[in-house]
């Protein structure tokens, strides 16, 4: 058992006890569980005033709408940073389901905090309190698995409403480049008609005149002023009073002509279910198009889907003269003889076909 520490001892010892307080919220768990920042600082500063610790606002860390199941949260490892670094000699927290629901980390967590001598408090836990340091964990365990339990079925849930949705064409995830969804039904497109005139622009170039996607990205950066996707995404989150976190691209690249050329959504298509998570905030990995939910005439379609497969030919065919090209062996009288005066490299022949 490890001795009980208070503020007393630490004042004897010339220094002063820092106690901070944890709030995480999730905004995917059970509403029945639910208890929202304000709730569980209400708590812990209760439970800090009985032993006569005052913990201020400034003195809370607080991961908002933020899984438990992953450990990489913001304030919670800037909190952890400073357990480890000796700033920090308590942590209180609702309940070990704030801390964190993956059974394996929050036993590891635990005893890390014992080991270092800190102290891990949880006002409502197995019955009444729960003191790291003080108090016997003979059963901790069974708490870890069942809040890791919890999550795990809360995933599950979510994946299988997902799937169905997916399945009956009643889920449209993500934004459509070209497209916007109905106010009132977010499964409708709806075609912006600003865009459809760089969809089709894009098409053209691409296969009545034969540019690459380079060459494309040069004639959209230099003569026209079409917005990129991330630019126009970020102004359609703008229009509805709403932060784009991911980055923006003011200039064309290849990837973004890439996307557009390789996307049957133009085509009045609806696709879904191109991809699944393994397991919780895990890494979504593509699935085959076998496995793809396509529904067909689902909106209006920009371009037609004869263009959009002569546009596909015409990818695979440089694919293959690509690869063709690199593979095919020349034979060069000169090969391995001549050498560039400025570079220094080989001189090889290269057949203009």
């Not at 490892?77 to 209180?92: H, P």
């Not at 790291?132 to 809040?147: A, K, S």
């Not at 622009?201 to 026209?224: A, P, Q, T």
């Not at 191109?274 to 593509?286: C, F, L, V, Y």
Request: aromatic share 10%; hydrophobic share 30%.
């Amino acid at each position: 058992m490890y001795a009980n520490i208070d503020d007393k001892q630490y004042q004897a010892k010339g220094g002063k006890m820092t106690v901070v307080g944890y709030c995480r919220l999730s905004r995917d768990e059970d509403k029945e569980n639910y208890s929202s920042i304000e709730e569980q600082k209400r708590i812990i500063k209760d439970y800090a005033s009985t032993r006569n610790w005052i913990i201020e606002d400034k003195d809370f860390y607080i991961d908002d709408n933020v899984s438990g199941y992953t450990f990489n949260r913001p304030e919670f490892t800037k909190m952890l940073e400073k357990v480890k670094g000796g700033k920090i000699d308590v942590v209180i927290a609702k309940d070990l389901s704030r801390i964190g629901r993956n059974n394996g980390k929050v036993l590891v967590l635990i005893d890390e905090f014992k080991n270092m001598q800190k102290n891990l408090i949880l006002v409502s836990e197995m019955g009444g309190t729960y003191d790291v340091l003080n108090d016997r964990d003979d059963t901790i365990g069974i708490t870890t698995w069942f809040n890791e339990r919890y999550v795990k079925d809360c995933s599950r849930k979510t994946r299988d409403h997902m799937y169905s949705k997916q399945k009956t064409g009643r889920l449209v995830m993500g934004n459509y480049y070209g497209y916007v969804k109905d106010k009132e039904d977010v499964t409708k497109l709806y075609v912006d008609e600003e865009i459809r005139p760089v969809i089709t622009l894009i098409y053209k170039l691409y296969i009545e005149e034969g540019l690459g996607r380079k060459k494309i990205c040069d004639i959209l950066n230099s003569k026209y002023n079409y917005p990129t996707p991330s630019v126009y995404y970020r102004q359609k989150h703008l229009e509805r009073g709403r932060i784009y976190k991911h980055p923006v691209q003011e200039l064309w690249s290849t990837y973004m002509i890439s996307n557009i050329l390789n996307n049957d959504v133009y085509t009045g298509r609806l696709r879904t279910h191109k991809k699944k998570t393994i397991s919780i905030r895990g890494r979504a990995i593509k699935l085959p198009e076998e496995e793809h939910f396509v529904f067909e005439n689902h909106h209006e379609a920009i371009i037609s889907k004869e263009t959009f497969e002569l546009a596909q030919n015409i990818r695979k065919r440089k694919v293959r003269s690509k690869s063709t090209s690199g593979t095919r062996k020349r034979n060069y009288a000169f090969s391995g003889l001549i050498r560039c005066g400025d570079c220094g490299f080989g001189v090889s022949r290269y057949n203009n076909e």
